[in-house]
């Protein structure tokens, strides 16, 4: 072995255990991660990489899985200021009487920003490095998520009513098209087209959202057959089902997320696998407010690409993505009536791969593999509460530890460092929460 054969790398990670994700279903054991710049430079067994590589940094995780990071394929991050303000109520009830009216009263550029920063450090802590957005003032999220490091697919809002963002669909379109041109060729932030429901947009926004989305390549995330009365009030009103409605427009594709997807029969699902959209399972939320189940494992079956998102905190009622994994998870095999349903490591890939896929970025994100960018979390199993530790995967999806991710980097940049953040100033935005809190729970108790 020469000098001249001896690469160079930024940092290396020496896991006890590494969960690459492609390939599926595989557990590696003392492997190494070589970072050079943003991106992986090798995944190796950690014998070769003594022999190959020399590194700046090594970082050892003798107790650790590594893995890719989490990719949170649906929210709105600024709710989490309304976390647990309004909890066991109907969906409609929950929109109509609480939530709408608290947003009518609050919603700022302030509030979004501050609710937006609480959410990215619940994210970053419980290992997710990627998140999609859906809310009001998307260029605060954008330039908050960029200038944090982390990676967000932020999805303008379009309703067919006024909203403290803007007059109505002219302007939602206007501004949304100036924002996907900001942000089109960002590595971290993925602009994308968020009409809010088909209870909430009419056909003339939601034809022109499909145009915006053709001439830019923006994608469109939607929420989509969440309740019962949702698809009955469609049926009464239009004599189709949502989903039939939205290909009419063209609004399902490859390019398209449909949130939620609870109340699907074999002709929603036909329609997905034939158009390519892909579906965003939300089971938290969707069991907090009774929405219904999503038969997840049909859906894979059938082909469909399916991806994972907590929805915001205010129905969560938190944005622990592995928790979020460990539910879907269970309720899974439940739906299916099958204990094989959606295994540890399905769970992780919807949560990574599925997650990079439904985003359009799969060639970058979701596994661990040399040329893709540095994305990737360590989660910490030495509590005496993990033991024994006979698979990692299924440690990480039934033990639902969110907060034992340890270490988190994007890019290659730490974010994340023995438990404790690295880019966010959390007693100061303690601060700033519990004002919002204060002026909230005043208003609430009027």
């Not at 019962?228 to 997320?257: C, D, F, H, Y």
């Amino acid at each position: 072995m020469t000098a001249e054969t001896i690469n160079a790398a930024d940092i290396r990670i020496n896991a006890r255990w590494l969960i690459p994700i492609e390939p599926a279903n595989t557990v590696l054991d003392h492997q190494a991660v070589l970072i050079q710049g943003d991106r992986i430079a090798a995944v190796l067994p950690q014998g070769e990489a003594d022999a190959r590589y020399r590194a700046k940094e090594v970082i050892d995780l003798p107790y650790h899985v590594v893995l890719p990071g989490l990719i949170n394929s649906h929210g709105h991050a600024a709710m989490s200021l309304f976390r647990g303000m309004a909890d066991d109520l109907p969906l409609m009830t929950w929109l109509n009487d609480h939530i709408w009216p608290a947003e009518g009263e609050f919603i700022s550029e302030a509030f979004v920003a501050d609710g937006t920063q609480l959410a990215m450090a619940e994210m970053l802590r419980t290992g997710t490095t990627t998140f999609s957005d859906m809310y009001f003032f998307p260029e605060i999220v954008a330039q908050l998520a960029r200038d944090t490091g982390m990676r967000a697919q932020v999805c303008f809002p379009l309703l067919d009513f006024p909203t403290p963002w803007g007059a109505g669909p002219d302007e939602y379109l206007s501004k949304g098209k100036a924002f996907i041109e900001q942000w089109q060729d960002s590595l971290f932030i993925f602009p994308a087209i968020g009409p809010h429901a088909p209870y909430t947009v009419s056909d003339e926004p939601l034809t022109r959202a499909v145009e915006l989305a053709g001439e830019t390549g923006a994608a469109i995330q939607i929420h989509l057959h969440e309740t019962a009365s949702e698809v009955t009030e469609a049926m009464e009103k239009t004599g189709i089902r949502p989903t039939v409605r939205m290909a009419g427009l063209g609004l399902l594709g490859p390019n398209t997320q449909c949130v939620h997807m609870t109340q699907i029969d074999d002709s929603d699902i036909a329609l997905l696998k034939q158009t390519g959209a892909h579906v965003i399972h939300c089971p938290e939320s969707n069991l907090k407010l009774a929405s219904g189940l999503s038969p997840v494992q049909q859906l894979r079956d059938a082909g469909v690409n399916v991806a994972i998102g907590t929805d915001g905190a205010a129905s969560n009622n938190d944005l622990d993505l592995l928790g979020e994994l460990s539910t879907a998870a269970m309720l899974a095999k439940a739906v299916a009536g099958d204990a094989s349903a959606l295994s540890a490591h399905e769970a992780l890939a919807m949560a990574t791969i599925a997650g990079a896929r439904a985003i359009g970025r799969e060639s970058e994100l979701g596994s661990l593999e040399a040329g893709k960018l540095a994305d990737l979390i360590a989660v910490d199993l030495s509590d005496p509460f993990l033991q024994p530790v006979y698979d990692p995967a299924s440690h990480l999806v039934y033990s639902r530890h969110g907060r034992q991710v340890s270490h988190s980097w994007i890019g290659g940049v730490p974010q994340v460092q023995d438990g404790e953040l690295t880019r966010i100033d959390v007693p100061d935005l303690m601060l700033r929460v519990q004002s919002w809190s204060d002026r909230i729970r005043e208003q609430q108790s009027r």
